[in-house]
């Protein structure tokens, strides 16, 4: 199982320079014998179901060295926020961290470029285990039944005061399936029967989706150095201007 690692950011706007910082912050690391997978970019899609983030930095472990990887590349970060830092709409940055307790793939999908859909869903804390298994039991059947769905994935997220935090990712080959997705009705069914068990309905969601390529996704090695905080929060930089908007949220 992959140990998941996600920052959202919300800029005032996602130039090539915010991406050039980016890479270089990948690209700044000195080598060592872990191998983690490294994504990031900006959100890409019409339906405005991410609140005020519109800029993700993901890292996935492909081994189980969990505690290793906090007490790394912590000076490389904190450069990063300082060159990001005069962009940002507002200074919260979400972190959060997750173990997948399933990960699906269709060997079959060949990808050329692929757009990927996290969702974070926080049930309500007299939610019982049987319907939260259930919601999951539903999203992989959409995973198993649609088409030009590539892989699924879901998790508890670690180190919060609830237990009752979720989240899940679908990758889908291209944008078309995930906009045929989006209005599915065997999706809108799914995602009327789950918003009622969230604790605030559809305004508790963050949906988060962003274009990968070939070339965004990056397998390198961490140097030893603490990246991400050990639960949800937000983080805060030196920064007086803020603005956002809601739209509608879906699942």
């Known amino acids: 199982m992959n140990y998941n690692f996600i920052k959202l950011f919300s800029f005032r706007k996602c130039s090539d320079t915010i991406t050039g910082h980016f890479n270089t912050f990948l690209k700044s690391n000195e080598k060592d014998h872990h191998i983690y997978q490294i994504e990031h970019g900006d959100y890409h899609s019409a339906e405005s179901l991410n609140k005020e983030y519109n800029y993700i930095l993901k890292i996935v472990l492909n081994d189980r060295d969990i505690e290793k990887f906090k007490t790394t590349i912590k000076n490389e970060y904190e450069k990063l926020l300082g060159n990001v830092k005069s962009s940002l709409k507002n200074e919260e940055i979400l972190s959060f961290e997750y173990e997948s307790n399933q990960q699906l793939t269709k060997q079959s999908i060949q990808q050329k470029s692929t757009i990927n859909h996290v969702v974070f869903l926080p049930f309500k804390e007299n939610c019982s285990e049987k319907d939260i298994n259930n919601a999951f039991s539903l999203l992989t059947n959409l995973f198993n039944t649609m088409e030009g769905i590539s892989s699924f994935c879901y998790g508890k997220v670690k180190h919060t005061l609830s237990d009752k935090e979720y989240?899940?990712?679908?990758?889908?080959?291209?944008?078309?399936?995930?906009?045929?997705?989006?209005?599915?009705?065997?999706?809108?069914?799914?995602?009327?029967?789950?918003?009622?068990?969230?604790?605030?309905?559809?305004?508790?969601?963050?949906?988060f989706d962003y274009l990968l390529s070939n070339n965004s996704k990056i397998s390198l090695n961490?140097?030893?150095?603490?990246?991400?905080?050990?639960?949800?929060e937000t983080e805060s930089v030196d920064n007086s201007q803020s603005n956002c908007s809601t739209d509608n949220l879906k699942i």
């Not at 078309?176 to 508790?204: F, Q, T, W």
């Open 167 to 207: 989240v899940f990712e679908m990758n889908f080959t291209n944008e078309i399936n995930r906009d045929n997705y989006l209005k599915n009705e065997e999706h809108i069914k799914v995602a009327e029967l789950i918003i009622p068990l969230l604790k605030d309905g559809e305004n508790s969601i963050i949906a």
């Open 222 to 232: 961490l140097p030893s150095n603490v990246l991400f905080s050990p639960k949800i």
